[in-house]
C-alpha cells in the first residue's frame, strides 16, 4: 500500500518517456499529447504549475476519486500553449501551500539552432522536499511524484502526477474485496474445522500417550516386553520405536548381569573350591601336606588372585578414575613393545603396511592389544598374524567362532574365544573397554577359517 504510488508514478514516468521518444521532432505540443495520453487508469490526476510553482490548472481527480473545483475533463483544453496561457490567467482563490519530499523527475525538452526539439529525461530521480501551491482539496500526501519540465536549461513549469489509491483502482479493489469476502467467510469454516481436528488429534493423541505412559510403567516394573500399538504420528512412532527398544536393552542387560553375577560366582568359586577340597583331602590324610601339595594350592591361589585382579581392572577401566593419558607412538613401536613380552613356542608374525603414528594411553593400549594376542595364542593357532594398517590392528589366528555369535566385548561372554584354558573371561571386554576410552572400537569376525580380532583407534 506505500510503494504503490511511488511504482505506478515511476511505471507512468517510462511510459511518457517511450512516447515522447517515439516522435521525431518532439515540440511542447507534442510533449503535453503524451503527458496526457499515458495517463493511465492509475493515474488519476495531473496538477500543472507554472515556472514559479505556482497553481495554473489541474486535470482529473484526487486519488480518491473526488473531483476538484478547479479540475477539468478535456484534455483539448491543455492540449496547446495558447489554452493554458487563457487558462492560467484565471484568477484561481482556492490554491493554498503544501510540503512534499515526493520523487522529482527531470524532463528537458531542449531545442537546437534549427528549431528541432530534442527530449531527454535525467537519469537520476532525487526526492527532493519543495513546498508550492495546489488546490484546497488536495493534501501533500496524494502528490505520488513531480516533474520539472525544463528547455535548454530553463523551467518552463511543472506538474505533479496523483496515482488512485490501491482501495479506488479497479483491480486492486477486486483483490481487496475478494480477500476480505474470502476472510470473513471462510475463517469461520477454517476455525470450525481446526477445532473438529484439533479434537480428533488430540484424542487419537491421548491414547497413544496412554499406551506409552502404560508402557513407561511396565518398564520402571521390570517388565520388559512392552508392545505399544501403531501410531499415526511420526513423531509418536518414533517414541514407541525407541520404548521398544529401550525395552528389550534393558532385558538384555538384566540377562547379562544375572549371566555376570552367576559367572563370576563359578569363576571365583572353582579355584576356592579346588583349594578347599585339597584341604580337606590334607586334614582327612588323602594328601600329604607336602611340597606338591603346596604348589597345587598356590597354582589356584594364583587363578583366584588373576580373576579378582581382571574384576578389579575391568571396573576401574569403568570408573570415572580412569584417565587416559594420550601420546603419539608409532603402531610398530606398541606392538613391539607387547609381543616382546610373550614367551611362547609359538609364532607371532607381524605384518606391517603403513607404520603411522596413532594417538594413544601407551599402558592400557598395549594392555588391550596383548589381551588380543593371549586370546589368540590361547585358541590352539600355531601361528598368530599381526597386521598394521595405518590406525588399524588387526590380529589373526587360525579357529572358529560359536554360532550364533555371542558379544565377545561383554564380561563373561560364552564361547571358546574368552573362557579357553580357564582364562578370567574378562579378556576381551577388557580390550573393548579400552578402545571405547580412546574412541574407538573392537570388532571380531569369522573369515573363512580364520578369526579376526579388528583394533581401530
Known sequence: MNTWPKY????????????INTYTNPTPDKMINAILDCSNDRISGLIFRDAKGLFQIIYGSLPNGDKVK??????????????????????????????????????????????VFHFYLDEEVERVTQTFSVPQEVQARDIAASVIVKSNGVVKGYYDILVMTARKYG?????????????????????????????????????????IQNALKDLSENKFDVNIGEQKSMELKDIATSIVDLGDNLRRHQDSRKEWIRSISH??????ASINMLLDASIDGIFPLNQDLLKRMKKECDVLTSRISSIKYYAYLLSPDCMLNKQKISAFDLIDGVISNFKVSKKIDLHINENDEIDVDYTLGSRALSEVINNALQSG???????????????????????????????????????????SGLGLPITGQIMNLHGGKAEIA????????????
Open 8 to 19: 505506478a508514478a515511476g511505471e507512468y514516468i517510462n511510459s511518457v518517456e517511450e512516447k
Open 446 to 457: 569369522q573369515e573363512n577359517d580364520k578369526v579376526v580380532v579388528t583394533l581401530t583407534f
Open 381 to 423: 593357532s600355531e601361528i598368530v598374524d599381526v597386521y598394521v594398517d595405518r590406525n588399524v590392528i588387526k590380529v589373526v589366528n587360525k579357529g572358529s567362532l560359536p554360532s550364533p555369535l555371542p558379544d565377545f566385548f561383554e564380561p563373561w561372554a560364552r564361547g571358546d574365544l574368552s573362557r579357553h584354558e580357564g582364562g
Open 171 to 211: 483491480p486492486t479493489r477486486y483483490i481487496l474485496d475478494t480477500s476480505a469476502l474470502v476472510i470473513l467467510i471462510f475463517i469461520p469454516i477454517a476455525l470450525i474445522i481446526s477445532l473438529v481436528a484439533s479434537y480428533v488429534i488430540s484424542k487419537r493423541n491421548n491414547r497413544s500417550i496412554k499406551d
Open 267 to 272: 569363576d571365583l568359586n572353582t579355584p576356592l
Open 70 to 115: 478547479e479540475s477539468i475533463d478535456d484534455k483539448s483544453m491543455i492540449n496547446s500553449e495558447v489554452k493554458i496561457r487563457s487558462l492560467s490567467s484565471v484568477e484561481v482563490n482556492s490554491s493554498k501551500e503544501i510540503t512534499t519530499d515526493a520523487d522529482v523527475y527531470v524532463f528537458n525538452l531542449d531545442v537546437d539552432n534549427n528549431g
